[in-house]
């Protein structure tokens, strides 16, 4: 049965069993997770419009998905370890790969090109609130360092989709 009927009046449960009000901190970051989730996907179907192979990104943002479940199990108190180090420094491999491949940034990059591209940049920018609910929560470091990773990745996928799709890429003029 798809509902329950117990968050009617306004609460949840944790995974440990407690209930909290649904605007408990808690509940805020690991619903920003689950946006930002959501928007990975459409981020991933938006990929195949894209005019190179663009599978080993896919391939990426599902990883990226399952480790966004697993940060959601975390902040809903499961026990275990969800996120792990090794976690954060693949992001950082793949994101150094990108790096290698994209011109230098030498001024600030506008959120702006590609419906995909964009799409990047609106997954970054919900990374980065789901970031500040989580601090506000007192996340765990790890997971913290992940979204931060996260968050980057997204730029830096931004960047790499824009060149490799041909775009030029705008910056800010002051």
């Known amino acids: 049965m798809i509902y329950t009927k117990t968050g009617d009046k306004g609460t949840t449960s944790l995974a440990n069993g407690q209930r909290v009000p649904k605007t408990d901190l808690r509940i805020?970051?690991?619903?920003?997770?689950?946006?930002?989730?959501?928007?990975?996907?459409?981020?991933?179907?938006?990929?195949s419009l894209l005019a190179f192979d663009h599978q080993p990104v896919d391939e990426q943002l599902e990883w990226i998905q399952n480790r966004l479940f697993n940060l959601g199990a975390a902040l809903s108190e499961a026990p275990g370890e969800w996120i792990k180090e090794e976690d954060v420094?693949?992001?950082e491999q793949w994101i150094d790969a990108m790096q290698?491949?994209?011109?230098?940034?030498?001024?600030f990059v506008l959120p702006t090109g590609s419906e995909t591209v964009c799409r990047c940049h609106v997954c970054r920018t919900i990374c980065r609130?789901?970031?500040?609910?989580?601090?506000?929560?007192k996340s765990?470091?790890?997971?913290l360092k992940w979204v931060n990773r996260l968050s980057d990745y997204l730029f830096v996928l931004a960047r790499y989709l824009g060149y490799k799709n041909g775009e030029k890429e705008a910056v800010w003029r002051q």
């Open 28 to 47: 805020e970051a690991y619903g920003t997770v689950d946006e930002l989730n959501s928007w990975i996907g459409l981020l991933q179907a938006s990929c």
């Open 89 to 91: 420094t693949q992001l």
């Open 100 to 107: 290698a491949v994209v011109p230098p940034q030498r001024a």
């Open 129 to 137: 609130r789901a970031e500040r609910k989580m601090i506000e929560s």
């Open 140 to 143: 765990a470091e790890t997971a």
